[in-house]
């Protein structure tokens, strides 16, 4: 038979951590505290599969920068914007010429 259980003294933060994380998954706070205990105790983590499930979701529609893009801004140290309307890599230094991603242009730097 399920028991009631109290807890005082909760910090400010905390409580407004487990109310954001509530409302993420369509759960009041106590049955976010619910989930959480018994997570915890029965020794479960979350899935790669099902986090990266998640996020996905939480996550389409927007627009993201290719890795490739990423990893050319990290070895030139030259910063890269994505034009949004066109949906081309331009880069910030001459914002009108098209930043080419052939695997010629990216190999051997």
């Not at 369509?26 to 018994?38: D, G, K």
């Not at 389409?60 to 949906?87: I, Y």
């Amino acid at each position: 038979m399920p028991k009631t259980l109290m807890i005082r003294q909760v910090d400010d933060h905390v409580v407004t951590v487990l109310k954001r994380r509530a409302a993420r998954n369509a759960r009041s706070v106590a049955a976010e505290v619910r989930a959480i205990l018994t997570q915890l105790l029965a020794g479960r983590r979350p899935e790669f599969w099902d986090t990266a499930a998640e996020l996905r979701q939480r996550t389409r529609g927007r627009n993201q920068t290719p890795s490739e893009v990423l990893l050319r801004e990290g070895r030139e140290g030259t910063p890269r914007k994505l034009d949004l309307m066109r949906g081309e890599i331009r880069s910030s230094a001459d914002f009108d010429a098209p930043l080419s991603l052939s695997p010629e242009t990216t190999r051997g730097k």
